[in-house]
Structures are given as C-alpha cells and as structure tokens.
C-alpha cells in the first residue's frame, strides 16, 4: 500500500486497499501517491492530479475502460487508478498486481534484450541474420534492420495463413522462420530503404536472443530485468499459463479467445504490471541496466526519408515535435487488450495505460503530454495516427487477421 498523507488524504479522497483482499476492493479504486521529501510540492501535485483525473474521467472512464491507468514524475506516482475486472465475468476487481497482456509494448523488452546482447559483446547491430540463420533465404538483412523495422519483411501475421498454415493449430517463432525458408515470401521493400511496421522482425529477433544467450526468451528477460528491477508480477506467456493469465474482451464484453498466432514471443505475449512497467521505466533513467550509450541508441530516430514528427529507433517510437519535445512510447493492441507505455524523457514523467476490454481512447494518452510542458499544438496530435489500417503499428487484433482472410 502506498502511504497517503494526512494533508493529502483530506485534499484528495481515496480509496485505498490491502492487495491481499482483492475481491474487497471497489469498482473504481484509486491509489494515489503523496509527495515525498524533495519531490513534487502540494500545489503542483494538485495541479497535474486535477489535470490528469479530467482526461481520465472524459476521455476513458466514460467510454467503458475496464483497465490501470498509472501516471508518475520523477518516479513519484501523481495517479494511479484500476478501474473494473480481472474477469468480467467473475466479477474479480483488478488491482495493482494484476498483469495485462502487454501486445505490441512488449517490443521494448525484445529490443533492448537484443541490445543488452550487443554490450555483452555477443553480437553486433550489423550482424547479418543468415549468421544465425544459415538458410535464411533474403540478404542484406541486419540485426539493425529487424529493430528499427526497416528490413522489408513481410508480416506473418498475414502470410502464415496465406501460405496454408493449419489455423486449428497454434504457431511458434520457429514456424514463422520456417515458413520464410520454405516459402519465401516477397519482401515489401529492399532491405534498409524504408520503415515497414512488422511483427515478423521482433519474432525473428526472440528466436536470435535465445541462440545468442543459450536461455529461452523468457530465461533471458527474466534473469537480465524482471528479477534485477523486482518486477515480480511481470512474464512472458506460455500455453501453461492460459488458465492464470488476464482474459480480454472485445468493446461489446464478449470475451476474446486465443487464435493460432498467440504462441509465439518478441513482438507480443508479455504480461505485466502499471508498476511494473514504472520500474522499467525508471531503470531506463540510469545506467543500471544498460550503458549511456546503449539507450542513446535505443532512443536515436532511424527512418528520416519522410519529413513528420513521427519516427522509431530501436523498439521505441517516437514522435519529435518542431519545437524540439520529443514523447517517446510504444502502444499495444492484441485481442481486446489496448496498451500505452510513454515517456516524456524531458519532464521526466511516465505515462501507464494498460486495458482488456477494447477502447481506443488508451492511445489518446499523448494528449497527457501538454499537461507537464508544451509539447504540440492542438492539431498535431491525433489517436489515429498510429492506428492506420495495414500499419501494424499497435499490432493487429489476430481475430480481425482471421477474419480478413475468410
């Protein structure tokens, strides 16, 4: 439980909670955070709280939001609410330990895995993938490439089925490579060229961890950040785990099931926590993890043939305004579940937004980011900018795939 001072329990009314009662807590439970010594002072406290409740109660709260919303500066929670159930079936009410399917949000672990790698001096951002995978039929393909989305591959969440994979039976990573092999289906541009959101690179790049570390994906994540950052509520999914894990549910409340992309690993299928996620957030602040330059990297913008605020760099997107902010996140969207994990590095604020139950104003989030500083005008940010149909960029409801092809 977080502590809640007295002045502030009497400004700010709040329901707070043991997580060992979880059917006890309410509904709509919030948790909120007071200022430490040295840390925010009351006012501004109030002023970002007041702000940040506005957005929560407008724009998600009244559009159904079943999820955990958990807003931080300087590490410092200004609001944290979990609103609605585990299950709605069930009934059960969420709380700070329950863990969402992170979807696309995911990609950050994969991407910086495969940079904790290349300081370990394990392999090399220009390493071709025919190193580490002989049979690999396309060239001039780096590890660079696959992080950056910038390597033309085409997107098994589409050719999988195209290409007559039995949809009545659950596909893994070495599928995915094995029909690239046997198949070899058209790149969508040359190698290096352009940013093509695609799935299939972060799948690729789970497989060369495990080969380059000699740990299965979820070994290497948990043994390199989930247990040194005390995530304790975060891991990766498996079929073992389709009994505990959080269901979703479409906009309607009809539960979502599992189709035959949902065993594979790297670009989506871990599960984690709003604090959770603030401690790796936090992490990224500080060497602790990874070296100065490693996150320069991470964070650098790497497809700049188009003029726009939008771009990507290593797992992160990134959008870069005119008058020098820069909002860096990645959002998720598998089944029913929508995510949003940003960072506004500048301000030194985190924005958590994690959800089962369909809404697509979790990726209004960006429009928090005036809230701490100036970041945009009014008319430069825009929920469906990054939900184009065919750019992956959150990555595609599996159903809607199915669907697709029917």
């Known amino acids: 439980m977080i502590p809640i001072s007295i002045s502030f329990a009497i400004l700010l009314t709040a329901c707070t909670h043991n997580s060992s009662t979880q059917p006890s807590i309410p509904k709509d439970s919030v948790i909120y955070s007071a200022p430490a010594a040295g840390s925010l002072n009351p006012e501004d406290f109030k002023k970002y709280y007041d702000a940040i409740n506005t957005f929560y109660e407008t724009t998600l709260a009244k559009t159904g939001f079943n999820g955990a919303i958990l807003v931080a500066k300087k590490g410092q929670i200004i609001f944290e609410n979990y609103r609605g159930y585990f299950d709605l079936q069930k009934k059960d009410s969420l709380n700070e330990h329950s863990a969402f399917h992170l979807a696309s949000v ?10 904790k790698l290349v300081e370990q001096g394990k392999l090399k951002l220009d390493d071709d993938v025919k190193l580490f995978f002989p049979n690999f039929p396309y060239n001039g393909i780096t590890i660079r490439m696959l992080l950056s989305h910038r390597s033309g591959l085409p997107n098994y969440l589409y050719f999988m089925q195209q290409l007559g994979w ?57 043994h390199n950040f989930f247990t040194p950052l005390k995530m304790n509520d975060t891991y990766v999914f498996t079929m073992a785990d389709e009994q505990k894990a959080m269901p979703s549910y479409d906009w309607r409340g009809r539960k979502e099931g599992l189709t035959f992309l949902d065993k594979g690993f ?17 992490a990224l602040y500080t060497n ?35 008058n020098g902010k820069k909002i860096i996140f990645h959002g998720g969207w598998w089944h029913g579940n929508n995510t949003m994990l940003m960072r506004l590095v500048q301000d030194s604020t985190t924005i958590i937004i994690l959800g089962n139950k369909y809404n697509r104003n979790v990726y209004d989030a960006k429009k928090m980011a005036n809230i701490f500083s100036n970041y945009f005008e009014t008319d430069e940010v825009d929920k ?12 595609k409801s599996s159903d809607a795939l199915v669907n697709k092809k029917k």
């Open 288 to 322: 602790q993890i990874f070296t100065a330059q490693t996150l320069e990297e991470a964070f650098t913008p790497y497809s700049n043939e188009k003029a726009g605020i939008k771009n990507y760099g290593f797992g992160w997107r990134m959008n870069i305004y005119p």
């Open 266 to 282: 790297g670009d989506k299928n871990i599960y984690s926590t709003a604090r959770d996620l603030l401690k790796w957030d936090q």
């Open 166 to 222: 039995d949809v009545k039976q659950f596909s893994d990573n070495t599928d995915v490579l094995n029909y690239l092999i046997q198949y070899q289906p058209p790149l969508t541009h040359q190698p290096g060229t352009r940013f093509s959101y695609c799935n299939t690179n972060y799948t690729l790049l789970g497989l060369i961890i495990e080969k380059v570390s000699g740990k299965s994906y979820a070994e290497f994540l948990q």
């Open 106 to 115: 995911s990609k950050t672990f994969t991407a910086m895995a495969t940079l």
């Open 384 to 395: 469906t900018e990054d939900l184009k149909e065919n750019d992956l960029n959150f990555g």
